[in-house]
């Protein structure tokens, strides 16, 4: 099957829906070629080895010399990346039925479906006490130690001060783990850089501890008397101190977004089947949970009953025993759900994938430290999903969350500009789903370390962490089963 935006016109297609390059044949000919994601068919008791081999021996059968395209990429051991025209996707998808019926008279082709190869995006002092973490901390000593987690994002800044006391990325039990998975690794640096500065935002929210506070820079998005936003320099309340969630939690660094902040389902795969064979090597897992802070505007019919392959993996995923959090996405105010003709109106739906996987914890928005005057951010999706399921499942803390800074984070941001001294630890605030989630991994990874008999089991917690949640008097739509209260989730238990 190949999926109706696979061979959509490029009109009929934004940049933002999927990847397309346009190459000059000639003077009066061009051809559209589209970067793709072939699904292979693997049945119980299928070699992988021999899928993918057939799969090798029916693409040398279609396209070969000068005129053939790039030669594919296996991506996530069962996905074909591929560059194709929708000609070639359509003699492609001809010639497997083929060779399928050559082989028996109800033969079943080897690729499932044809996917595009969709772009995605990257969507606490005061954040860390709404979601009871400093109380939890004090109470049962749960600062995530012990506990690995991965964040999919643009690279985590491992020179910021912030991840310096816990060694949260250089222990010796993470340090071989950290990856680049942009296509072609085309980042800057590898996977303790980024460029772009949203990984390391959002790693800054799960784990690490800001320095002493003469060597903080924290700005702050204040009105002025126009009621004009603007940057300002904040200071720390006395006592106070600027930590993540899980502040010992060791965070393993899997880069899929580029400078920009951009990447495609792909390079997603492969980092999800990282965290797999990183598991696989022993009796218990190493990776206990993943935070996605990432989507993508997918359009319904590819994504709307959390079947594309993105959600399929992560589902796989959160079986082997690793908890799966993603953000619901930031299209809860005027999101437009992306069509052939961009004409679908009047949806309250906005959650798209990853946030449609039934094993995620898809995580909303709400103020930092007045959710029940506030209430769910505005921008945050709400639910249900379109063929009919609850989401998102919980909210937390995601307007103006402050995090460490780096990159484009810091750039433009005149009170965090290098004429102040370098070595002072540079703090921001963002808002979105993204921080909301990555305060549900902190959350996460604490619990774990004070509950070790739920490592390895992330639908229990899930349901736990529903179950002891704060009703904010929204809609189950918007608000899921309530705003996190990790202190509580530890006391039921």
């Known amino acids: 099957m190949i999926s109706p935006m696979a061979v959509q016109t490029p009109e009929q297609l934004t940049p933002q829906q999927a990847t397309m390059t346009v190459t000059h044949v000639d003077d009066d000919t061009k051809v559209t070629t589209r970067m793709v994601l072939l699904e292979l068919r693997f049945n119980p008791g299928d070699n ?8 090798r021996n029916l693409w040398r059968t279609v396209f070969s ?12 051991r069962h996905y074909w990346r591929c560059v194709l025209t929708t000609d070639q996707m359509r003699a492609l998808a001809a010639a497997d ?17 044809i996917w595009p190869d969709y772009v995605l995006r990257g969507h606490l002092d005061r954040s860390v006490t709404t979601v009871k973490a ?22 985590i800044d491992a020179r ?3 991840f310096a006391r816990y060694g949260n990325l250089t222990d010796p039990l993470v340090k071989q783990w950290h990856r680049d998975f942009t296509i072609g690794n085309t980042t800057r640096g590898g996977p303790l850089t980024d460029v772009h500065g949203h990984g390391t935002h959002i790693a800054g929210i799960i784990a690490g501890v800001a320095p002493d506070h003469d060597e903080l820079l924290i700005a702050s998005n204040e009105p002025t008397d126009q009621d004009l936003p603007r940057w300002a320099l ?15 939690a060791k965070l393993v660094s899997l880069k899929v977004l580029d400078d920009d902040g951009n990447t495609v389902s792909s390079a997603v795969l492969d980092a999800i089947d990282w965290v797999r064979r990183v598991n696989s090597g022993g009796r218990s897992i190493q990776i206990h949970g993943v935070n996605l802070s990432l989507g993508s505007d997918w359009p319904p019919s590819d994504c709307a009953a959390g079947q594309s392959p993105i959600c399929r993996e992560l589902d796989l995923l959160a079986a082997t025993g690793v908890a799966v959090v993603v953000s619901a996405g930031n299209a809860g105010a005027a999101g437009t759900l992306s069509g052939p003709s961009n004409d679908v109106r009047g949806q309250l739906s906005t959650i798209t ?12 928005s709400v103020h930092r430290y007045k959710p029940h005057t506030y209430g769910v951010s505005f921008d945050s999706s709400k639910g249900p999903t379109l063929d009919g399921r609850k989401k998102p499942d919980l909210v937390a803390p995601g307007e103006r969350i402050t995090s460490a800074a780096t990159g484009s984070f810091v750039a433009g941001v005149d009170v965090l500009e290098p004429h102040n001294p370098k070595h002072l630890a540079r703090y921001r605030e963002d808002s979105g789903t993204s921080m909301a989630a990555a305060h549900v991994s902190g959350a996460i990874a604490a619990f774990m370390s004070a509950r070790t008999e739920y490592i390895g089991q992330p639908q229990l917690i899930k349901q736990l962490l529903m179950d002891s949640a704060t009703d904010l008097g929204r809609h189950e739509f918007y608000q899921g ?5 990790l202190m509580r989730a530890l006391s039921n238990v």
């Not at 992988?48 to 799969?55: L, P, T, W």
């Not at 060779?99 to 479906?113: F, L």
């Not at 904040?234 to 010992?248: E, I, K, M, N, Y």
């Not at 089963?481 to 209260?485: K, P, T, V």
């Open 481 to 485: 089963a309530g705003l996190i209260d």
């Open 48 to 55: 992988a080895k021999a899928v993918n081999d057939r799969f």
């Open 97 to 113: 039925v083929a060779a399928a019926e050559s082989r028996s008279p109800h033969g079943v082709p080897s690729i499932y479906r």
């Open 160 to 162: 910021h001060p912030h």
């Open 134 to 155: 400093d109380a939890a901390v004090r109470t049962y000593g749960c600062a995530g130690n012990g506990i690995v987690w991965a964040v999919l994002d643009s690279g």
């Open 65 to 76: 010399g000068p005129t053939a395209p790039p030669a594919p990429t296996l991506v996530a």
């Open 234 to 248: 904040r200071t720390l309340d006395p006592g106070t101190v600027l930590s993540g969630v899980a502040p010992q």
């Open 353 to 364: 994938d990853p946030g449609n996987a039934a094993s995620a914890i898809t995580v909303g």
